[in-house]
């Protein structure tokens, strides 16, 4: 792959992205799905807010990996980038596991099975892989990822990726034009939804999505395609200023995607597997893979119009986010246990929690980055005194 110049405004969108994740799941504790704790107010009042990113947020995250992937693959030669990338990405995976990911399953446990016991205790539960934290065939896998899965599954995409690059040699680049020439007007809003459709209808009701990594062939299906499909596009200057032409058919289409979506989650269980909407269900599903690209297009469109340019904030920020990533879901999942007995209202608990997550997530950030031993355990690279100038 040749070096290409950085694409600033897709730095913005991955801070953007993760930042948008801290709202994501903190709405998660109130809404009526599946979590590790539940506010005792949870219920569906959010949840149309809450399908404005499900659909696409991570896949976007995956594209952007994929375009950072291929710069990378223009500076180093891939065994060299494979080695680099198992370290900023594995040494923190580990760490997580093993030190920030634990407290979620231990207060998922106190909360859904109202484990008695203290701390330490869990930790020794939770590090010898103790199966009996269950709810009828629902059990805790312990250790586990949780929300580091993204890392996980990363890994596996640039080793592979690097691994086909390394062997195409100039045709990857090859292909990468190819692309880049098929992708314009109607074509780049269409084509890449139709290996998302492809992807739904074939494997998603036989491989449900587990984020254990083996066997989660949707989720591969879907995430893999948009990493490559990023690392592919990198260098198509012309692709992304085609998403800047069309950003307000994709906006369009976005919006209108998702209220149809909105309506489709929002319906009762037994009037969606009725025989009345039972014919209608491969076109939401169609419509899910729809909004699932054209918001993608959408947000690089905007954002290859309107935040170009470097800065400092963006050089800040993009280190920091990782490790704010890392941190997260710990403290809200923390804070929110805590903050139970207060009773604040919904409303008024939500704010603070976001509010918190995000101070003590930059407070920690601030004390990682100038430590030199624990940088890669948070994915940072070795420290620089550049970095640390006063802002």
Same mark, same amino acid.
């Given at each position: 792959m ?7 405004f ?5 801070i ?9 799941? #903190? ?35 995956f ?15 891939? +065994? ?22 634990? +407290?979620?399953?231990y207060?998922?446990?106190?909360e ?15 590090? #010898? ?62 084509? +890449?939804?139709?290996a ?12 449900? /999505? ?39 058919? /994709? ?13 489709c ?13 039972? +014919? ?7 419509i ?9 297009? #959408?947000?690089?469109?905007? &954002? ?6 470097? /800065? ?45 997550t ?11 980055? !100038? ?10 690279? !070795?420290?620089?005194? &550049? ?5």
């Open positions: 040749h070096h290409h110049q950085r694409l600033y897709l730095d913005w969108i991955r953007i992205a993760f930042l948008v994740l801290i709202l994501y799941h #903190t709405g998660m504790y109130y809404v009526s799905w599946d979590w590790h704790v539940k506010s005792p107010a949870a219920g569906h009042a959010i949840e149309p807010l809450m399908i404005v990113s499900a659909p696409w947020r991570l896949g976007l995250l594209m952007i990996s994929g375009v950072a992937t291929s710069f990378m693959l223009g500076k180093l030669k891939a +065994p060299t980038l494979m080695a680099r990338r198992s370290w900023r990405l594995l040494v923190p995976l580990a760490f997580g596991m093993l030190v920030i990911v634990p +407290p979620q399953s207060f998922e446990v106190v859904k099975v109202a484990y008695q016991g203290g701390y330490g205790d869990f930790l020794k539960l939770y590090m #010898t892989s103790y199966p009996g934290f269950c709810r009828a065939n629902d059990c805790l896998a312990m250790p586990t990822w949780n929300h580091l899965w993204f890392v996980a599954y990363l890994w596996v995409y640039t080793m592979v990726f690097a691994a086909l690059a390394w062997l195409a040699g100039s045709r990857l680049a090859a292909l990468s034009h190819l692309v880049g020439r098929l992708l314009t007007g109607w074509k780049l809003v269409l084509l +890449p939804v139709i998302l459709v492809v992807a739904r209808f074939t494997l998603a009701e036989q491989y449900p /999505s587990t984020h254990a990594l083996v066997g989660d062939w949707y989720n591969h299906a879907q995430y893999f395609y948009l990493f490559a499909l990023g690392a592919l596009l990198a260098g198509q200057q012309r692709v992304w200023q085609e998403a800047d032409r069309l950003r307000w058919t /994709s906006l369009g289409l976005w919006l209108g995607s998702w209220a149809i979506l909105v309506v989650y929002s319906m009762p269980h037994e009037l969606m597997h009725s025989p009345a909407v039972a +014919p209608w269900r491969p076109l939401m599903g169609a899910y893979c729809l909004n699932q690209w054209v918001a993608v297009l #959408t947000v690089c469109g905007y &954002a290859h119009r309107h935040v170009t340019g470097d /800065s400092g904030a963006r050089r800040y920020l993009t280190e920091a986010v990782f490790p704010v990533y890392i941190l997260h879901q710990t403290l809200i999942v923390t804070m929110a246990h805590w903050l139970k007995p207060v009773q604040l209202a919904p409303l008024a608990e939500g704010a603070v929690l976001v509010t918190l995000v101070t003590v997530s930059f407070a920690v950030f601030e004390l990682v980055r !100038r430590v030199a031993l624990l940088r890669p355990l948070f994915g940072l690279g !070795r420290i620089r005194q &550049a970095t640390l100038a006063p802002r």
